[in-house]
């Protein structure tokens, strides 16, 4: 299998998993017109993808999903929750956290996590016994999160915010305590302790995802996770808003 993101951050999210003739894009968070021009960065068409699998209603996740949808009939997976919030997707197609989704070879199957969206669900993706787990917008990982994630080969993770920055920043109190609660990002830190937990110790097979512009670093990220992978810290891929991220291979 493998995999690219179109972007990942407040502005717009969209992850590409690809295993044969299957495609499916999880996240349709940028504009049709944004969303069909990163398909092409990408070498892809928008008839290439074969399905898109949402994760929760947040603008950033959803943006596209309609039009396209409606433009290609392209069926888009999404919770009970999810469907209720958008109302007006033609081709959804209803999932429950814990269910198996088939695609070719590729399997993802839907994780609930704790958000402060109706019925949010990451998705682990498994191909030929090798799982990709892909986790944003989550507040906190719960057991069955770690559960689920456990024994990854490659991961997409959030990164969200630094907590000084996010504490010296100028948002309202009521946002910072939104982002930093239970039903909002993970931090540094938590990400960190989220790696430590899953004893993910492969760098190079680590995409730092929905990093914040306003509340975060890279610097930060680096120095912080440099204690868990040392020097290695180095091959950690970061996923950009603008320029997402090429293509990787997990076989
Ligand atoms: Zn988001
Ligand atoms: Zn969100």
């Not at 940028?30 to 092409?40: A, E, G």
């Not at 699998?53 to 950033?60: F, P, V």
């Not at 999932?95 to 839907?110: K, Y």
């Not at 009521?174 to 909002?184: E, L, N, P, T, W």
């Amino acid at each position: 299998m493998r995999y690219a993101s179109l972007g990942s951050g407040s502005k717009g999210n969209a992850t590409l998993v690809e295993s044969g003739d299957s495609c499916v894009m999880i996240d349709c968070g940028f504009n049709h017109k944004q969303t069909v021009s990163r398909l092409q960065q990408a070498g892809k068409t928008a008839e290439d993808i074969t399905a898109i699998c949402l994760t929760h209603e947040h603008g950033d996740h959803v943006a596209g999903a309609k039009l396209f949808s409606k433009r290609y009939g392209t069926p888009v997976y999404m919770t009970k929750g999810t469907a209720e919030a958008l109302k007006d997707i033609a081709t959804q197609v209803l999932i429950e956290a814990g269910e198996v989704l088939c695609f070719g070879e590729m399997a993802l199957t839907g994780v609930a996590v704790s958000h402060d969206a109706r019925e949010p669900c990451q998705y682990v993706v498994e191909e030929k016994g090798k799982r990709l787990g892909v986790l944003t917008d989550i507040g906190f990982a719960c057991e069955a999160v770690l559960k689920a994630y456990q024994g990854c080969d490659a991961l997409i993770l959030e990164a969200n915010y630094d907590d000084a920055l996010l504490e010296e920043g100028y948002y309202p109190e009521s946002v910072k305590a939104r982002i930093a609660g239970d039903g909002g990002h993970l931090s540094n830190e938590q990400s960190l302790g989220l790696l430590k937990a899953l004893g993910f110790n492969k760098p190079h097979a680590l995409s730092i995802a929905h990093v914040s512009e306003k509340n975060n670093c890279r610097e930060a990220i680096i120095s912080l996770f440099r204690q868990h992978f040392g020097e290695d810290v180095e091959k950690m891929d970061f996923i950009c808003q603008q320029n997402g991220m090429q293509w990787r291979t997990l076989a």
